[in-house]
């Protein structure tokens, strides 16, 4: 199954929606070195059955867990693959619909490669300030 090309009932995309509201993170990230920006979409959970079967849908990395805590992750990277999922699951997001319209925004400006065509430097700034804000627990 491609990535780019997921065909997924109505459902699952719900699910995939109510993992992310629950044990999900939706982020635009600065690089380390400064350098351009990344978005992350990831779940985490004890339950690896629940993150195998994700990824039977959804594709992304599987991590497995750590013993300091005993959760796995399974996290999507790549802006195509990531636009593709959180366009599928915008219908039942809520409490993480503004995480998403950030990457979104970001996804759909960028040429994939760190570059942005219709985004200010100021506007993906605030960006990235905003994504990190929300995922502090800063809500409006």
């Not at 997924?8 to 109510?18: H, I, Q």
């Not at 939706?26 to 351009?36: A, E, N, P, T, V």
């Not at 991590?63 to 636009?83: I, N, Y």
């Not at 570059?115 to 100021?122: I, M």
């Amino acid at each position: 199954m491609s990535q780019l090309n997921l065909i997924v009932s109505d459902t699952n995309w719900a699910f995939l929606a109510g993992c992310l509201e629950c044990d999900g993170s939706i982020q635009l990230i600065r690089k380390s070195d400064g350098c351009g920006h990344y978005v992350s979409v990831s779940v985490c959970n004890k339950s690896l059955s629940l993150l195998r079967n994700l990824e039977v849908f959804f594709g992304g990395n599987f991590m497995e867990p750590r013993k300091s805590d005993s959760v796995a992750r399974l996290s999507w990277t790549t802006q195509a693959h990531v636009r593709v999922l959180l366009q599928g699951c915008w219908p039942y997001l809520v409490g993480k619909r503004e995480e998403a319209a950030i990457v979104l925004e970001y996804c759909n400006a960028s040429n994939g490669i760190g570059h942005w065509n219709n985004l200010s430097k100021e506007r993906v700034d605030f960006l990235v300030k905003r994504s990190q804000e929300l995922k502090h627990g800063a809500r409006p």
